[in-house]
């Protein structure tokens, strides 16, 4: 089976842009979680989605959304970005909501100038 | 809000060493989790727990659930090894909640 992909691996932005970025879980998973890794506050957890529904948000701005789609391929958007958005944004996949295990995508790394 | 705590922060060992990484959490939970993570930032699940022990080659993961405690030991260490270590809990709509990572580093 394929593993998480994210895209795009990279991305550079400007204050004030906004930003969209993509997960594929693996294939069946239904659970997609997002987390957001930076130097000074290590991993933190964003949202998670399940049958196209958010079931929960951790304590970020208004400015981080997500959405998931019918076939489970999630989104996440940040608008208006700022310097400390710069960070490495990781999705996570299981098959179900609960304490599965997660498989982690390798990450999209966005610097925001 | 759970908290995490691991220890230690930071590990330099040699090849072929016993190694033994420390997770402490606040709460109760339902699953905790141990992850690695390698330079450019790659995230592996190597255990989920929620009970007892698990083994995985040379690595093995313990919890105890009424100390809200778990260990993560990897035998005859290597330099592959070397990586960023995290214990995490929870799971589900919560998302899990992170400790801040064992910088382990084994020397040839």
């Known amino acids: 089976k394929a593993g998480v992909t994210q895209t795009p691996r990279y991305l550079i932005k400007t204050r004030g842009q906004q930003v969209t970025l993509s997960c594929s879980p693996i294939?069946?998973?239904?659970?997609v979680s997002w987390y957001q890794q930076t130097p000074g506050q290590g991993l933190q957890f964003l949202f998670e989605?399940?049958?196209?529904?958010?079931?929960n948000k951790g304590n970020f701005p208004g400015r981080f959304s997500g959405r998931q789609f019918s076939n489970s391929r999630s989104e996440m958007n940040v608008s208006t970005l700022e310097l400390g958005d710069s960070a490495l944004y990781l999705c996570a996949s299981s098959p179900l909501t609960g304490p599965y295990e997660q498989y982690f995508g390798p990450g999209t790394r966005l610097t925001v100038t | 809000k759970n908290e995490v705590e691991q220890s230690p922060q930071n590990l330099t060992a040699q090849e072929g060493e016993f190694i033994t990484i420390n997770c402490s959490y606040s709460v109760g939970i339902s699953a905790l989790h141990w992850l690695q993570q390698h330079p450019g930032g790659g995230i592996v699940s190597l255990f989920m727990?929620?009970?007892g022990k698990k083994k995985h080659g040379r690595l093995i993961a313990t919890i105890n659930i009424q100390e809200k405690h778990s260990s993560l030991h990897i035998t005859a260490s290597h330099p592959r090894d070397s990586a960023v270590y995290i214990c995490a809990v929870g799971g589900g709509a919560d998302g899990l909640t992170f400790g801040k990572g064992t910088h382990l580093i084994i020397q040839p």
């Open positions: 727990l929620s009970s």
């Open positions: 294939s069946g998973h239904r659970s």
């Open positions: 989605y399940f049958s196209e529904t958010q079931r």
